[in-house]
């Protein structure tokens, strides 16, 4: 075994992420449960689960209150399944932040997408915590004595299309937000300088009005009318130009894999995704 000076054994690798494996990757986003029931995460898993890399499970999705992403996340790996827990500063103060490091370490659940979170449904936004803040925190209390002979927290968080990266470069991967100009998201990829990986996002559009209630409420995303229009006429579009975009990212040759929201359309995106594989 290698040793350092000092004569003391080399502490061993840290394990392989399934991050780190080689090959395109497609994170699926699962729709969380609103009630005291895991039936509906575990059909999406059991649909999914056979064309896609890994999920990402919501935290308080749009702001309401969901089951836990961390207990949610253990279910997923029970079944086989590869989660990412995604955990939003809205709605927590310091202790909660590490009550949930606890259980995800006694869980088994290591990856986490840090998030702002949307603004609450109800009640007002806890105000002890930033994403940047979650970082360090795991950086800290997170890599101490506690959780030695646990394996380390892989923490990822989201980016903007043509903004600089400044501490979120601190993160081992990012989500990007998603956006219909493919040339700006590559573009904006290559100019960046992050080491780690990096995920674009990509949305099922199930209808017109999904997507104009998109265009109100993030108007960063900027689905063009066109596009509108088109699955106004036919809602399959939708699942069309999300696998076109799929494809796009790929070919690129600068992302990682893609952060799909496929929404209430899981069905139909396994199908697909089966046949692009």
């Given at each position: 075994m290698?040793t350092?000076?000092?004569?003391?054994p080399?502490?061993?690798?840290p394990p392989q992420?399934?991050?780190?494996?080689?090959?395109?990757k497609?994170?699926?986003e699962?729709?969380?449960?609103w009630?005291?029931?895991?039936?509906?995460v575990?059909?999406?898993?059991?649909?999914?689960?056979p064309?896609?890399?890994g999920?990402l499970?919501?935290?308080?999705?749009?702001?309401?209150?969901t089951?836990?992403?961390?207990?949610v996340?253990?279910e997923?790996?029970?079944?086989?399944?590869?989660?990412?827990a995604?955990?939003?500063?809205?709605d927590?103060?310091?202790?909660g932040f590490?009550r949930?490091?606890?259980?995800?370490?006694?869980?088994g659940?290591?990856?986490f997408?840090f998030v702002?979170?949307?603004?609450?449904?109800?009640?007002?936004?806890?105000e002890?915590?930033?994403?940047r803040?979650?970082?360090?925190?795991v950086h800290?209390?997170?890599?101490?004595?506690?959780f030695?002979?646990?394996?380390?927290?892989?923490?990822g968080?989201?980016a903007?299309?043509?903004r600089?990266?400044?501490?979120?470069?601190?993160?081992?991967?990012?989500f990007?937000?998603i956006?219909?100009?493919?040339?700006?998201?590559?573009e904006w990829?290559?100019?960046?300088?992050?080491?780690?990986?990096?995920y674009?996002?990509?949305?099922v559009?199930?209808?017109?009005?999904?997507?104009?209630?998109?265009?109100?409420?993030?108007p960063e995303?900027?689905i063009?009318?066109?596009?509108?229009?088109?699955?106004d006429e036919?809602p399959?579009?939708?699942?069309?130009l999300?696998?076109?975009?799929v494809?796009?990212?790929k070919?690129?040759?600068?992302?990682?894999?893609?952060h799909?929201?496929?929404?209430?359309?899981?069905?139909e995106?396994?199908?697909?995704?089966?046949?692009?594989r």
């Amino acid at each position: 075994m290698p040793t350092d000076d000092t004569g003391v054994p080399d502490p061993p690798p840290p394990p392989q992420s399934f991050l780190d494996r080689d090959g395109f990757k497609i994170l699926c986003e699962i729709e969380p449960s609103w009630r005291p029931d895991i039936a509906h995460v575990r059909n999406q898993i059991h649909v999914l689960g056979p064309v896609v890399d890994g999920f990402l499970i919501p935290d308080n999705h749009l702001g309401r209150a969901t089951m836990s992403s961390v207990a949610v996340a253990h279910e997923v790996s029970y079944m086989g399944g590869l989660p990412i827990a995604c955990i939003n500063a809205r709605d927590r103060n310091l202790l909660g932040f590490r009550r949930d490091l606890l259980t995800a370490a006694a869980y088994g659940v290591d990856h986490f997408l840090f998030v702002y979170g949307d603004a609450p449904k109800e009640g007002r936004r806890a105000e002890d915590l930033t994403v940047r803040g979650m970082i360090e925190e795991v950086h800290s209390f997170g890599s101490g004595p506690l959780f030695q002979g646990f394996p380390s927290f892989r923490i990822g968080t989201t980016a903007r299309v043509g903004r600089a990266l400044t501490w979120r470069a601190r993160a081992d991967f990012l989500f990007v937000q998603i956006t219909y100009n493919v040339d700006r998201l590559v573009e904006w990829r290559r100019s960046i300088a992050f080491e780690g990986r990096v995920y674009a996002g990509v949305i099922v559009l199930a209808s017109a009005r999904m997507a104009q209630r998109i265009n109100a409420t993030i108007p960063e995303i900027r689905i063009p009318q066109r596009l509108i229009d088109q699955i106004d006429e036919d809602p399959q579009v939708g699942i069309d130009l999300a696998c076109e975009q799929v494809e796009m990212i790929k070919a690129s040759g600068v992302f990682d894999g893609v952060h799909l929201v496929p929404v209430a359309r899981y069905r139909e995106m396994a199908t697909r995704l089966g046949s692009l594989r």
